[in-house]
């Protein structure tokens, strides 16, 4: 695979949505261990479309469904006869010509999934008469991997995703914060259980801006005994309010 700067961005999308085949997405995980450029695209590209994928629900592909898109894309196109000769890009560029069509097409596809999965959400959240979080936060780890999300409704609830396994102690409980503003500190959500998804009660709180802190920390069984949090912080993001 060709790392060309001009197409990280494409790359990051196709691994974190999972298009890459097993050889190029062990390229890219090799190839992240010294390319920060392409750790941060990748890091992008896991908090722009983790909020979509976390909320929609899972649902099973039609059989044959992707040998029929395969089927229907071809790799090349149709060459223009011109007196035996041919004006088709590859005949004067190969690898450029491939690797564009290659790019070009896969961003589309990428463009549509995302379009997808946006209206998906919408008709969830119309027909359900879900009440939408105020603030979306994405949870990333000290290496800049996403570790949980949390949603924010304004009205004492707030759920939190955990996209990752977090090895908890039986001595040990993860505890939610936020910090509402510098004045008032940190704030506890609520503990999680079993280190598991859940909705959190919290306590009165002003309404959620954007920007606001939330993170996760490691704390004793039955959460920090100060009000604060004390122990190692698993996860840590900015919230975002959605658009």
């Keep these: 695979m060709i790392f060309d700067p001009t197409h990280i ?6 691994y974190v949505l999972g298009l890459l085949d097993q050889s190029d997405q062990t390229a890219v995980e090799t190839e992240m261990e010294h390319n920060a450029v392409l750790r ?9 479309f983790l909020p979509l994928d976390a909320t929609v629900e899972p649902a099973s592909v039609p059989a044959g469904l992707w040998s029929r898109i395969e ?31 290659r790019y070009g097409w896969k961003a589309t596809a990428i463009a549509s999934m995302a379009a997808s999965l946006l209206l998906a959400i919408a008709l969830t959240w119309s027909l359900g008469r879900q009440a939408e979080p105020i603030v979306i936060a994405v949870l990333l780890d000290e290496r800049g991997d996403v570790q ?12 939190i995703r955990l996209l990752a ?21 940190p ?10 998804s859940r ?5 009165p709180l002003p309404k959620p801006q954007d920007a606001q802190l939330y993170e996760i920390t490691l704390e004793q069984a039955g959460g920090s005994p100060t009000g604060r949090p004390t122990g190692p912080i698993l996860a840590k993001g900015f919230a975002k309010m959605p658009r």
Aim: charged share 25%; glycine share 8%.
């Design 40 to 48: 941060n695209a990748v890091a992008a590209s896991r908090e722009r």
């Design 9 to 14: 961005d494409e790359i990051a999308d196709e």
């Design 71 to 101: 089927a229907g894309l071809g790799d090349a196109e149709p060459a223009v006869p011109l007196g035996g000769a041919t004006l088709a890009p590859e005949a004067i560029y190969p690898s450029a010509a491939n690797e564009n069509r």
């Design 148 to 159: 949980a999300v949390v949603e924010d409704f304004g009205n004492d609830n707030a759920r």
């Design 165 to 185: 396994d977090l090895t908890v102690p039986d001595d040990k409980a993860i505890e939610v914060w936020t910090l509402p503003s510098r004045d008032m500190g």
């Design 187 to 196: 704030v506890s959500l609520g503990l999680l259980e079993g280190a598991s």
């Design 199 to 203: 909705v959190l009660r919290a306590p």
